[in-house]
């Protein structure tokens, strides 16, 4: 049983990005054969397993143990791992929210978007996502239980719309996109509101980043503007099992796939990302257990 | 005996800026008579005072009385005031220097920058500053030691004036003017470096800011950038003037001031701000005491 999954890694990553390289690639796996002490044959884990079928993983490499497998596997390449923690760690740890305020996310059905917003409404914020489709809106609204969502490619005017769903304006920012969408949430944030800096995938690919001109908005609202990356903050991996498993049994936290089989369709299915073709995290299916 | 400063505040200050405003124009003044019961005939004071000679204030105007006059009461718009303050909140409260650690402090004459470069001094930490003339460059490096500085009109390339001056990159930025230079920071920041963000003076009278095109950086180097106001760390007055004053008087901290007399000079004087005409803290002297 494996699966691997599309997502770049490591700083620059998406500069660097390489199939073979050891850092690209979050999977499922079985061991197969192991010389390390605390993996044996059968075991599953997740982690660094790259685009391949086997892989030789050196010990220098972090793999988590799967403990719970009454989930789907393919979990631990989403809400159970590295997307899962970055939400988490995003959210909570850099975030710092407090019941009533209200949250904004973009990319809101991606594989980290679509978990912040469920975390925040177990906060008790009020939540809007972004997305990109008709489809995506539509599961934000219904499936993933966002208080409101739009289409930013049907909004001509960024800030129009973001005044229109936060009128009193946005306390936390969980960014994905950056460009024109972190320009106008610029414009709406609240005094001591917080942007927690995850993602700028509408810029990764552009020969010249598009210029944020609003960012003197940070000193007169007195914001906390944060990068981070999930690496920082896996010491709080069993503490998020054990915040995020009950709910996922109880249906209190729902997860959306988009799930494709083949290590040939891995190639695409990565370009697919940056246009938004699909929905929900991207996993690729390299073998069934 | 009265002096009258000329630095606006307020959130947007500079873009509502009128001289009768009562929240613009810091000043030390003597209480001439009151009807507050904490204020009495004779006392100084210092806070919001207004561009004029006399001024009604208010009861719910805060105002600073004056302990300590064996310094120079101008110093009560300046070290011992809102930019003192502001110096001492943003580099220890947001900055959260550490012995050792890289610090870059732009507009570094001014009122608050050279009280930064002094700060990191004292922390133990390496500091270069930037600023817009030979004589200021040269105030940083004799009177104000700072370790380096550079006149960055003389600096085509920003980024590799960063560079040099910073091979192993910068722990702390001390923005003071936003742009090109915030632009070319993110470039040669370091893991978990912080950004400071004071003010952006190279942006507030452009019809249209400079875009900032690197902000990706704050992720790739889990930067954390904050803006800040004052007013939030008022608290903390009385520990700063415990940190500063003893340092005053021992010669460890010194205190650079552009002083003019009289108010018709108080307009050029704060359009002389946006072009880097002053050198050091801007005061106007309405009358000595």
Known sequence: MRILMSKME???GFRTYSPGSPLTGYGVAKVL??????YKKGDLVWGFTRWEEYSLVPASLILF???HTDVPLSYYTGILGMPGMTAYAGFFEVGLPKKGEKVFVSAASGAVGQLVGQFAKLTGCYVVGSAGSKDKVDLLKTKLGFDDAFNYKEEPDLNAALKRYFPEGIDI?????GG????AVLLNMRVHGRIIVCGMVSQ???DQPEGVTNLAN?????IRM???NVADYYQLYPKFLEYVIPKIKEGKIVYVEDIVEGLEKAPPALVGLFSGRNVGKQVIVLAHE
Chains 1, 2 share one sequence.
């Open 218 to 222: 940070l000193i007169f609202r007195r």
């Open 180 to 183: 024109k969408t972190l320009d």
């Open 226 to 228: 944060q990068g981070f």
């Open 173 to 177: 920012y969980f960014e994905n996109v």
């Open 65 to 67: 143990k799967i403990e």
């Open 204 to 206: 990764y690919n552009l």
């Open 10 to 12: 490591g700083p620059e």
């Open 33 to 38: 054969e192991s010389g390390h002490p605390d």
